[in-house]
């Protein structure tokens, strides 16, 4: 996992207010837009570094900073996807953008499934990459439990805070900022699979084989998203999964040519129905 500097291919960045929040934001390229969605603890260089070049060669790429992650400062509010799930699109609104592709890592990729679910308009298609899952008896049981026992000075001198160090406003927050996300982990329950069946956008599911999450919840998941049918048959489902050889959950960004080419391929198939661009 490793953060680049990418200020040649900068575009525009700054930030938004958005619900009590400055929220940052960068944009790179130019073309339909894609929102980046980052992981728990992390920054948009942890969670899309290396993918950024890739993606922004073709679209215009739209990297977003959590409440108390990487540049956006926190505030009194606690933690949750439906909350961060708010305010990405009210940042979106504020940008402009009417309608975009998303791919969100860790938990990010629960922003993107929860925007898809109560902003459909705005969602053309998702990728959720990486601790893919729609509840919580996805995820190894002796992942939850080791959480339990976390404290927030063990991931001291981590990527994670070491990014944070570079470029939080207040990097001395950086334990209430494991704290709240632990607090958000121990509160969010998922969703039911109806609600997961309902959804109509295409959606990509990706992880690492050595994941935290067991691959069979993950394939539970792709079924329930319209999958494992034999496209000889009846034609290729509208959703599609992929599980990388040899790669753990924090290994997965790292995988930047692997996900950019799966990701980009994906996202510029024709959606049914869809006017293509005059």
Known sequence: METQNHSDMLAECGYAPVNGLEMYYEI?????PLVLL?????TIGTSFGQMIPLLAATRRVIAIEQQGHGHTADIDRPFSIGQWTQD???????????QADFFGYSSGGGVAMEMALHSPDLVRKFVFAGGTSYSRDGFYPELLAGSQEMRPE???GSPFQQAYARVAPHPENWHQLVMKVAEMDRATVGWPSEVIASLQQPALLIIGDSDIVRPEHVVAMFRLLGGGVAGDLVGLPR????????????????????????????????????????
Request: hydrophobic share 40%; aromatic share 4%; net charge negative.
């Open 28 to 32: 790179y390229g130019s073309g339909q």
């Open 38 to 42: 980052h992981g728990n603890l992390s």
């Open 88 to 98: 990405t699109a009210a940042l979106l609104r504020h940008l402009g953008i009417e």
């Open 154 to 156: 063990d991931l001291d």
């Open 239 to 278: 959703s599609q999964l992929a599980i990388l050889p040899g790669t753990t959950h924090v290994m997965l960004p790292d995988r930047a040519e692997w996900l950019s080419s799966m990701v980009l391929a994906f996202l510029d198939a024709p959606v049914e129905n869809e006017q293509p661009d005059a």
